[in-house]
């Protein structure tokens, strides 16, 4: 699902904040049109407090005496470091105001498919940084960060366990 996740938050943030979305996986990005929102990442931290579910009966044959496991997903938080490029210093404040607005007004980005579809929550951080003073290019940047919370990752692992047929239990009668 993280790949899913990654198109639907880009998906998403052409829709609603502006169309110029480019995904990065450096930090040299070439920019050929401003303004543009450029994401960096995502940087995968893993929930270890949530790998420890156990495994889930998916079905059972009586017949054979037979259960059906599926090994439980593996979750992280997709962390996304947020550029924004442009012309002037009101275009940026506008972009940043959209991100802000984005979030409060969709709080869950929705990934997936028909077979699996998942809506996660997700939070828009923006880092203080001076927004007056254009760099060296003369172009006005903002920065911020992206979390996208507790996706998981399906391995698809079933495992075939016998069930239990009987339990007996002896007490010591002379011990008590």
Known sequence: MIVETVRALIKMLREEVFENVVLSAGSIVEITKL??????GPELKEKK???????????????NEKAVYEVPPRWYDLHFDVNVSCK???ELLSLIENFSRLNQKMRL?????????RKYTWCWHSIVSSTMNPNISQVYQGHGEIVIFDVEVYSGIQEVWPLIQKVSIEIDKDNM
């Open 109 to 117: 980005l929705t990934a997936g498919n028909e077979k699996r579809e």
């Open 35 to 40: 303004p543009v929102v450029i994401l960096n």
């Open 49 to 63: 407090r949530l790998a420890r579910d156990p495994n889930r009966i998916v079905a059972i044959d009586i017949e």
């Open 88 to 90: 002037n210093n009101l």
